[in-house]
């Protein structure tokens, strides 16, 4: 049974926000979806009637078994659609979530099955997020945000936040891209400074020009 773009938009929320390991409350819920509160308790009471979460009135909405396997089906698809636009057709990867997210709801199994072929079977989307098997797992990694590292730490960037374009357009003009290697040369405390060597550049970025890039210590 097919299930409406609606409930798919709020289980992929629910999960992004940790649905699946803990209790999310739906403040944050109607944050991510930028919906407004009643609307939220409205959807909840619903999916918790039909099986997708565990919620109690007055308190926060976690995943059931059912749930996180919607969740991850409607991830897979949107991340192997973004993997498309970029690989095959040419967009940009500061343009594809935008696109994916219309795009994921209106894709068969047959046709998911078919982009995961024709790729390849990818286990990454253009920006180093993991892709759910078609089986519907997803395998865990323990990533850390690159302020967290300090001077002479070697790191590997494994993925990047998609929801700021123009953030987007200026890491990769920087280089800073799934499996670069980064290195932490200094950090400036008092002024949040952060210089970076990558490749023969160096350049300088306080914490905020680094969040949304998570990564962990090179072997190299």
Known sequence: MSISVAVQDYLKAIYALGGHEKVVSPADI???????????????????????????????????????????????????????LTQVLGLDWSEVDVEAEAL????????????????????????????????????????????????????IIREVSDENPARLRHWSRLGLIPNAIVEIINYEELDDLFEVRIGERIIRLGSEGLAGLRGELSAI
């Open 104 to 155: 994921e709801h209106a894709i068969s199994p047959r046709l998911e099955a078919a982009l995961a072929a024709h790729l390849g079977e990818p286990g990454e989307d253009p920006h180093g997020h993991l892709i759910p098997s078609s089986s519907g797992e997803l395998r865990q990694r323990s990533l850390y945000r690159l302020c967290e590292f300090r001077a002479g730490d070697r790191i």
């Open 30 to 84: 109607a944050s991510t979806l930028q919906v407004r509160a009643p609307s939220v308790t409205g959807m909840l009471k619903r999916l918790s009637k039909d099986g997708y979460i565990v919620y109690e009135k007055g308190g926060g909405a976690s995943l059931t078994p059912t749930g996180k396997q919607e969740a991850l089906r409607v991830i897979r698809r949107h991340r192997l659609v973004e993997l498309f």
